[in-house]
């Protein structure tokens, strides 16, 4: 079975035009397909937003993300883990918001929970005492950083760990 990297870059340029400024995906005239389908789709945007709000565009019967090709398109290369979207906005394929990232790293570019008490991110009240737990998350493990009394003294603790464990990719709301 051919693999979701079974496609080049030269490949992708020649069927689809993106624009790094804008993110866009448009298709261009192809040589592999019928000639209806050609008057149909080119200059067209390629592509639809699935479920979870990304970009897919079907090449060659096979699904691809538009974030991922983006990254193939301009680099040449397909990224060797994840391509994480800076501005945390999925269909946003705009090269300048697009970087590689490992699943670490993708996690720790996410929205603070919207079920969070303090919607202060790895921040929790502990009603029992009155007092701001601290955590932070980094490669899977849990890491304790304190109890203080007020939530700014808690988001400084938080921020100066996210800054020293997640260095570009921290996130703190």
């Known amino acids: 079975m051919a693999s979701k990297t079974d496609i080049t870059a030269d490949y992708v340029r020649s069927i689809l035009d993106y624009d790094p ?18 008057a149909r789709m080119v200059g067209k945007i390629a592509g639809s937003l699935d479920a979870k709000g990304y970009r897919r565009i079907i090449i060659n019967r096979r699904n691809y993300a538009a974030h991922r090709l983006a990254w193939l398109y301009v680099t040449g290369e397909w990224p060797t883990d994840e391509v994480d979207h ?24 996410r929205r603070t929970r919207s079920d969070s008490g303090t919607q202060l991110r790895g921040i929790h009240l502990d009603k029992r005492y009155g007092r701001y737990v601290v955590k932070i998350q980094r490669h899977g493990k849990r890491i304790y950083l304190g109890t203080v009394s007020t939530a700014k003294e808690a988001t400084a603790i938080y921020a100066a760990a996210a800054d020293k464990l997640h260095g570009e990719f921290k996130r703190l709301k």
Not at 21 to 38: K, L, Q, S
Request: net charge neutral.
């Open 21 to 38: 400024a804008t993110g866009i995906f448009r298709w261009e005239h192809r040589t592999d397909i019928r000639a209806c389908d050609n």
């Open 86 to 109: 800076k501005n945390l906005n999925k269909d946003d394929n705009r090269f300048k918001e697009l970087r590689e990232a490992t699943t670490s790293d993708n996690g720790c570019n």
